[in-house]
């Protein structure tokens, strides 16, 4: 997937990791400046507030243990639960089943998070 492919949001905060983990790698601090530097040397634009938010969250964090951590996020969900009672508690649990189901689809995308909305369109 491109830069281009993602909305608005995730492509400044992608560009925004991206300029972090190379300021990282290269061993310099990591400042709103220097992240705003690489972003446009990049070729790319992100809005004002992107590389402060990211220099800000950063200094306060070990950057190479947070990179080692990152695969050691918590465990997966919890077991699929006992299966549904006998004949007389059946038609509850499949109830209750479906509900769950449908309370799962909505959706909690983030869209608007900012203030911004979930359209491309840079």
């Known amino acids: 997937m491109s830069l281009a492919e993602l909305s608005r949001e995730e492509h400044d905060e992608a560009c925004c990791v991206y300029a972090a983990l190379i300021l990282q790698d290269a061993g310099a601090e990591i400042t709103a400046d220097k992240i705003s530097e690489l972003v446009s040397a990049s070729g790319n634009e992100v809005e004002a507030y992107w590389p402060s938010l ?55 995308g983030g869209g608007g998070l900012f203030g911004g909305d979930d359209e491309g369109g840079y």
């Open 54 to 108: 990211f220099a800000g969250l950063l200094s306060k964090v070990d950057v190479n243990e947070l990179i080692m951590n990152s695969t050691k996020v918590g465990g997966g969900g919890g077991g699929a639960g006992g299966a549904g009672g006998a004949a007389a508690g059946g038609e509850e649990a499949a109830e209750e089943e479906k509900e769950e189901e449908e309370e799962e689809e909505v959706d909690v």
